[in-house]
């Protein structure tokens, strides 16, 4: 078996957020551990460092959007680095940062599979659905469009930022912890039919029977990718983010879906995005989000051949 390499990759910006500080992610990350947990499970890491670009202007909506250029420029610089990556054989974990950053994230890696000719499920676990459009949303703040911009609504510069058109089709993505949408973006993710697996489902049919819906029919070769926003934890444990949303998984539940994911033998590139040391206490959330992805990558309590069947 030859060893996993993650190259990490630091995108140190919080031009898509609507509060300050998501800029100071990456490094909280690897104070809480982050390379030492993945070496604990038997991945090679090479930390690439941060990438660089513009600063945050801070200001108002400009036809829509905050920051678009700040935007694009962070999301070309991290489409490069990301697919340097992949074209070297390494998975990609990219550090953010704020959630604008899925465009160039997520928009990589679909290039590279679909030049591979490799089936892609993208998992978004988040509070939100990062679904909305310059005419939808409230605030124009762009960390709160990137799935629509990955569908092809959005920004030209955005859309075709792989210069191939969109990147994903609604039926690649599953969305899981949803319990907050904005609503004129809830008409928009009903009418595109996106795949949303809500807090309410959880509930009621619990973690298991939501992860085995979503990992259905998974053609043998897929390429997993894992968008994990920070906020998809309940904030009684994970603080420190922009846009905290009471109810979400607990803490079993939110390893739960990691470890189900890990099961499959299949993620093969990552973010970690919206963690905002500025509103975090002591470092905990970097710290949660770090067991979180040690789950991820395998980290179970017992030895276990594989998933239980039923
Ligand atoms: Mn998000």
């Known amino acids: 078996m030859t060893e996993k390499v993650a190259a990490l990759i630091g995108a140190p910006t919080d031009v898509g957020a609507g509060a300050r500080g998501a800029s100071m992610g990456p490094e909280a990350l690897r104070v809480a551990g982050l390379a030492r947990a993945l070496a604990r499970q038997g991945v090679q890491v090479e930390d690439t460092g941060n990438l660089a670009g513009p600063g945050n202007p801070w200001q108002p909506p400009l036809d829509g959007y905050r920051h678009l250029p700040e935007v694009l420029h962070w999301n070309r610089t991290l489409f490069d680095a990301v697919t340097a990556q992949l074209q070297a054989g390494r998975m990609p974990v990219m550090l953010g940062g704020d959630h604008c950053l899925g465009v160039g994230s997520v928009g990589a890696v679909a290039r590279h599979c679909s030049r591979a000719g490799r089936p892609l499920r993208v998992f978004w676990l988040d509070a939100h659905t990062d679904f909305n459009t310059a005419h939808l949303t409230p605030s124009g703040n762009v960390h709160g469009m990137p799935v629509a911009c990955l569908c092809g609504f959005g920004p030209d510069e955005l859309v075709n930022l792989g210069g191939a058109g969109p990147a994903l089709r609604a039926r690649d993505l599953r969305m899981i912890g949803i319990r907050s949408v904005d609503r004129q973006e809830r008409l928009f993710v009903h ?75 299949q993620v093969a590139s990552l973010d970690i995005v919206e963690l905002n040391p500025a509103l975090d206490v002591r470092n905990g959330t970097a710290e949660a989000a770090v067991q979180m992805v040690e789950s991820l990558f395998g980290k179970s309590t017992l030895v276990r051949e594989k998933a239980p069947k039923t």
Do not use: K
């Open 191 to 265: 009418e595109q039919g996106l795949d949303v697996y809500d807090m309410r489902m959880i509930d009621e049919i619990g973690m298991r029977a939501v992860m085995q819906a979503a990992l259905a029919d998974l053609p043998e070769n897929t390429h997993i990718h894992v968008s994990f926003d920070v906020d998809f934890l309940d904030p009684s444990y994970a603080p420190g983010v922009g846009t905290t949303v009471q109810g979400g998984p607990t803490w079993r539940e939110a390893q739960l879906c990691m470890e189900m994911l890990a099961d499959t033998g």
